[in-house]
């Protein structure tokens, strides 16, 4: 059975100043062996990690002093594990606990505190991206839960594929997100993101037919490295020591005849730190 409010408080309410905030209905219930529970309380100073609190409705309010100690769990407004160094002067906070002795005041032994103010924590995100903006330095990410949050990133954002860091214009819609960690706030539903890790697919470094023309080539004997242009892009390709050189024919060449303009054939594996660089098994002139 709960104790009236009216009865338990009729001798501690008092009318607030016109500079107090009144925007805030709170809500406290005392039970008959002294179980308190209040909800939207306005801290209005800390001291040794004690924290001297209001309940108020419209004009009115009841000071509540809150004396926590090594065992009261302190979370934030979603749940998250929370500090009473987090607590500022202003916040909401809920509370639970027991009544103690005092005098003009209600006097709370909290076992839980959740601070309502507190929207922002720590998170890991895993989904696959849907919308990326370069110039807002925003990626619109759905979750494995199926819902959308926007990754924010700053100028300390690190973004890795695989064992490469890379830019957010290298991100592409439809991309996997491994991981994006970072503070994420509540209320905007944006996490201010500080690593994000992008799904690196392994078959790229798998063993494969490459074609193109040769650019350069850095000496006639292995080992040396050639420029080669793929696709429109220019490779690395490097030919260590070991690598079989062949023409048009399949028999063994030198480096000697390739020539600038050549189109040649290469059989090799993307370096995973640098994906426009070859480490060659065969090199083959299709030109001779």
């Known amino acids: 059975m709960k104790t009236s409010l009216l009865t338990v408080l009729a001798l501690i309410l008092f009318t607030l100043p016109l500079s107090a905030s009144a925007d805030v209905t709170s809500d406290i219930q005392v039970r008959e062996d002294g179980t308190f529970v209040g909800k939207n309380i306005r801290v209005m100073q800390k001291a040794d990690g004690n924290l001297f609190t209001r309940a108020t409705w419209s004009l009115m309010y009841v000071r509540i002093t809150v004396i926590t100690a090594k065992d009261t769990v302190f979370l934030r407004a979603y749940g998250e594990p929370a500090t009473v160094s987090d607590i500022k002067e202003g916040d ?62 700053t100028a300390t954002t690190t973004i890795s594929k695989g064992v490469r860091l890379i830019a957010i214009s290298d991100i592409d819609a439809g991309d996997s997100v491994v991981s994006a960690q ?106 001779f």
């Open 92 to 153: 909401l906070i809920d509370i639970e606990g027991k009544l103690s002795s005092g005098e003009g005041v209600l006097v709370i032994k909290p076992s839980k505190i959740r601070n309502v103010s507190l929207m922002r924590a720590d998170k890991d995100f895993k989904g696959k991206v849907i919308v990326v903006s370069a110039g807002d330095q925003t990626i619109s990410l759905t979750r494995t839960d199926a819902s959308t949050t926007t990754l924010k990133l």
């Open 182 to 287: 970072g503070e994420y706030d509540y209320k905007t539903n944006t996490l201010k993101a500080r690593k994000i890790e992008v799904y690196q697919d392994p078959v790229v470094f798998q063993g494969r037919n490459f074609q193109g023309t040769l650019k350069a080539l850095s000496a006639s004997t292995l080992p040396t490295v050639a420029t080669v242009t793929i696709e429109g892009s220019d490779y690395l390709v490097y030919l260590p020591a070991s690598t079989t050189v062949l023409n048009t024919a399949k028999k063994a060449a030198q480096l000697a005849r390739f020539v600038v303009g050549d189109t040649v054939r290469i059989f090799g594996t993307i370096r995973p730190a640098n994906l426009k660089e070859i480490d060659a098994e065969v090199f083959r002139d299709l030109a």
